[in-house]
């Protein structure tokens, strides 16, 4: 029987993580050090749905970080929640990180943008902007072109910078009013 209850599986440059959801709220939030995703997600996944009396049907969906994120950490984890879906015919729900990041950030004026940095390395980064009416670009470029681009099309903006590669711009950066990092 279905439930409000699900998992959530995402990874980052230095961790996989698992969180067992009620609705909008995490009751249990495992962090698996990068380089034993491979050997313990879907060990761990059994260990949290056990502690709390669970097994697959019980679950309402996984939903799973599809990137940006690094390339092996998205693939162990797909490949994990694909084979789950396999073997249980529990739903996928694929998430962006991006989108799903900047949803909790969105701009509370006309005068202000949103915009999420995360790193891709390489002077790269991928990038996602949101105004006060809910438009979204997402892309990945080159920071010092982004940086170029931001401050010409948007120059009398008051832009809240979020995510792991905001330190990657100009300290003199004209439209840096505020600095959020997670």
């Known amino acids: 029987s279905s439930t409000d209850q699900w998992l959530c599986i995402s990874s980052d440059y230095m961790s996989m993580h698992i969180a067992l959801c009620h609705k909008d ?17 879907l060990s761990d996944i059994k260990n949290i749905l056990n502690k709390h009396n669970l097994i697959f049907a019980d679950l309402s969906f996984i ?16 490949a994990t929640v694909n084979g789950l879906h396999s073997a249980t015919g529990i739903p996928i729900v694929e998430i962006d990180a991006l989108k799903a990041y900047i949803h909790h950030y969105l701009p509370q004026n006309k005068n202000q943008l949103t915009i999420a940095l995360l790193n891709a390395f390489n002077n790269d980064l991928f990038y996602a902007i949101a105004d006060y009416e809910g438009n979204l670009h997402i892309g990945y470029e080159n920071s010092i072109i982004l940086h170029e681009r931001i401050a010409k099309e948007f120059p009398n903006l008051t832009i809240n910078w979020i995510g792991n590669a905001t330190n990657r711009l100009n300290e003199g950066y004209p439209s840096q009013e505020q600095l959020i990092s997670y």
């Not at 709220?25 to 997600?41: D, F, G, H, P, S």
């Not at 939903?63 to 797909?78: D, E, F, Q, S, W």
Request: glycine share 10%; proline share 6%; with cysteine.
């Open 25 to 41: 709220y995490i009751i249990e939030l495992c962090v698996i050090e990068k380089k034993l995703a491979n050997q313990r997600l």
């Open 63 to 78: 939903g799973i970080n599809v990137g940006p994120a690094p390339y092996t950490g998205l693939r162990i984890a797909i």
